[in-house]
């Protein structure tokens, strides 16, 4: 394979008793006798033993005061791969000591087995494992020999991120790892959802078969804090419903052991309520996948991907019931090249976005929770933490996900004034014809007029939330409007920081263990003022938004 050129393990290699060269190398399969000629170096040094071969899975490394260590290839079941863990190996051993090089192997082998040989669906898995090992040494070496070896091996799927998370973590950085994961922006991620509603709404009733695993992930995991596994592992008896017409869904929760090697699922269930759109949605992909015959357990249908999967792999497949994490990767980049860039042309009107990964949602349910007003006690409980300090990146990302909120809010708004007969503007002129019919007074004041009989009895903060002003489109008007969305947005940066401290400070009872009341009506307290200020923000620019049209096609808000 090809590999990149900014890839490649910087090493010493040893010319001859008295002479070394200075080298890039990366894994090559065709160029073992090379790994093999350089053990035998090793050898001749005393670093390994002689009884150790290359082919061996299991070396014998020399240590201080005749004592051995054992290197151990544990990867049987993959050869190829198991020779470039050698290979790499014997680059390393030139550089440290093999006790040394001993426990750092260790540590790779761990995330190898953590992240499935660093998948791109497993990234969070690595970042969870980060998170939890605090001792600095241990940290360093997970930054370390991650990049180290992808430096040195190149896999057939991107790995940058992990390469990316290697190089820019720091790791003394103990509750607050800034760089783990970085979410895409909220531009990207408003292009990908409209990219994904305007597909789905095109298509006829039979033709959503083919993404329809993509939108109920997106609709999902969006809400519900779920690794892209946990979703695919959903069972078609998920869903439920009481006499009092509630729907809910079932899902299993993912969690890492205590020794923190693997991921597993725990026997813990959830019954979590969901609207009647979203069962319904649910409920009918049931029923489909059911028409064309899939009778396995899992919700998420592998007979359905593969009717429209242009691989011939299925037959290799070794579970044909469950559709793999790998597959979802598959269909999430067939949408960006058939939909997003080949029909919508959106890498043209917009050129910098960013992909949309599947371990991104995650991060944005926990946001959406924090920003709900659930306590970080609930989230680490719903979202299979170990330790309530793998929230910790969550917090960085809450500026961008709300960014993304208040953009939302405004196209809403801006679409529902277009839609809706009875829009802002129309309400306003309606009121101002309402005062001139019944010849009350129109009150020029700052920016524009008021209509209310009442004035200043029921004036609030800012008359551009009051329906009984109408702006006079002066540049006034819209000076006094921006430095209201400024402010407002300052006091926003305020009010995030003070919710972000009640988040991370607080902490249980020590001894009962009990959550103080008190937290957690500070907590919704705060959280209700913040969703306030952000609608308040959003209205704000979706009128900033008419105004400067209004303007600009010449009217005068007067019929």
């Known amino acids: 394979m090809a590999q990149p050129s900014n890839r490649g393990l910087k090493v010493d290699l040893k010319m001859d008793k008295y002479s070394v060269k200075k080298a890039t190398v990366f894994f090559e399969e065709h160029k073992l006798e090379f790994y093999e000629r350089e053990l035998e170096k090793l050898k001749e040094s005393g670093e390994i033993k002689n009884i150790s071969q290359f082919n061996d899975n299991q070396w014998i490394a020399a240590r201080e005061f005749n004592y051995t260590t054992t290197i151990e290839f544990p990867f049987e079941f993959k050869h190829d791969f198991n020779n470039a863990l050698k290979a790499f190996a014997v680059i390393r051993l030139m550089h440290i000591e093999p006790y040394t090089f001993r426990a750092e192997l260790k540590v790779l082998i761990d995330i190898l087995k953590i992240t499935n040989f660093f998948s791109p669906e497993k990234f969070d898995y690595l970042e969870e494992y980060f998170i939890l090992k605090e001792e600095f040494h241990v940290r360093s070496k997970i930054l370390s020999v991650t ?33 783990v994961r970085k979410l895409p922006d909220y531009k990207s991620i408003l292009l990908f959802d409209l990219a994904l509603n305007e597909e789905w709404n095109s298509r006829t009733y039979e033709d959503r078969l083919e993404y329809y695993p993509l939108y109920l992930w997106w609709n999902i995991t969006r809400i519900i804090p779920m690794r892209p596994r946990q979703f695919l592992i959903l069972k078609k008896d998920c869903l439920s419903t009481t006499d009092k017409n509630e729907y809910f869904i079932t899902i299993q929760r993912t ?19 969901i609207n009647k759109q979203l069962y319904d949605l649910l409920y009918s992909y049931i029923s489909i996948t059911e028409q064309i015959g899939d009778k396995s357990e899992y919700l998420i249908s592998y007979k359905a991907y593969n009717l429209f999967s242009k691989s011939d792999r299925a037959k290799y497949k070794s579970n044909q019931e469950m559709m793999e994490p790998g597959q979802m990767y598959v269909l999430l980049n067939r949408f960006y ?31 959406n929770m924090m920003i709900q007003g659930y306590n970080k006690y609930t989230m680490a409980e719903m979202g299979g933490h170990f330790s309530i300090q793998s929230q910790n990146p969550y917090y960085s990302h809450l500026p961008s996900f709300l960014e993304s909120a208040v953009y939302s809010m405004k196209h809403a708004l801006l679409l529902n004034r277009i839609q809706n007969p009875a829009s802002y503007f129309e309400v306003i002129q309606g009121r101002l014809k309402n005062a001139l019919t019944e010849r009350e007074p129109l009150r020029r004041i700052s920016n524009g007029t008021c209509s209310d009989e009442f004035f200043p009895n029921n004036c609030i903060d800012v008359c551009f939330n009051c329906l009984h002003f109408q702006s006079d489109y002066s540049e006034s008007a819209l000076n006094a409007l921006k430095e209201e969305v400024q402010r407002l947005q300052e006091s926003i940066v305020e009010e995030i920081e003070i919710f972000l401290e009640i988040h991370k400070l607080f902490k249980r009872d020590p001894v009962t263990e009990i959550i103080p009341p008190s937290y957690n009506e500070k907590l919704l307290s705060q959280s209700a003022v913040l969703r306030g200020k952000l609608t308040q923000r959003a209205d704000l620019e979706a009128k900033l938004h008419t105004l400067l049209n209004e303007k600009r096609l010449g009217k005068n808000g007067e019929e």
Do not use: M, W
């Open 147 to 179: 990049a180290y070896f992808l430096d040195f091996y190149d896999f057939p799927y991107d790995t940058s991120e992990y390469l990316r998370f290697a190089k820019t973590t720091t790791p003394s950085n103990r509750h607050s790892v800034n760089k």
């Open 337 to 367: 090249q058939e939909v997003f860039i080949g029909k919508f042309q959106f890498d043209k009107s917009h050129s910098d976005y960013q992909f949309v990964r599947l371990g991104d949602t995650r991060h944005l349910a926990f946001c």
């Open 255 to 273: 969690k890492l052991t205590k020794d923190q090697e693997e991921l597993i699922d725990d026997d813990k269930f959830y019954s979590l309520r």
